[in-house]
C-alpha cells in the first residue's frame, strides 16, 4: 500500500520476465475498472502522471503487463488528506526523547511514515536526517536502502 497526500511518490515494479514497454494500469478499489492507463520503458511511474484522477480518502489499484509474463498481482494506492498526515507530524515532533538530536528526530519521523505508507513524506524526513547529520551510518545506510527499494533518485 501506498498513501500519498501532497507529495507524489514514485509507483515502482520489478519483473524480471519482461523487458521493453509496461503497461501501467490504474484500477477502481475493487480492481475490476480500469480508470487510466500509460505505457513506460523504466521500471517506476510517478503518482503526478494521474493523480487528478484520485478522489481523497478512496482506495485504488494497481498493476503492470509486460510482454511474455505472467500475471502480476494488483497493489493499493490511496489518497489521503495532507491534514492526517501533518497530524501525525505534528505529534512525532512534539514527542520528546532525551538524547535526540534533530538528525535523529527526522530518522525517527521517516521510519514512522514509511511504516504507516506515507512513502513521499518518509523520503523527504529522510533527506532531512542526511541533510541535518552527513555523517550517521544508520541514516545513511537507511536512506540508502529506502532509495534503491524505490528507484529513487540518488
Known sequence: TVKI??????LCWNCFDGEGFYQ???????????IWTDSTD???????EFRSLLAEGTTYKWNITAPDTDPIRKRVIR??????IDTLIQKLITEEIPGEDKASNYFRIAYVL????YLGEAWAYYLLAREADKTNPIIKKELTRFLNEFYLPH
Open 114 to 117: 514509511e511504516r504507516k505508507h
Open 5 to 10: 497526500a501532497a507529495r507524489d511518490f514514485q
Open 79 to 84: 489518497l489521503v488528506g495532507q491534514a492526517e
Open 42 to 48: 523504466v521500471t517506476f511511474i510517478n503518482t503526478s
Open 24 to 34: 501501467f494500469k490504474l484500477y477502481d478499489k475493487d480492481g475490476l475498472h480500469e
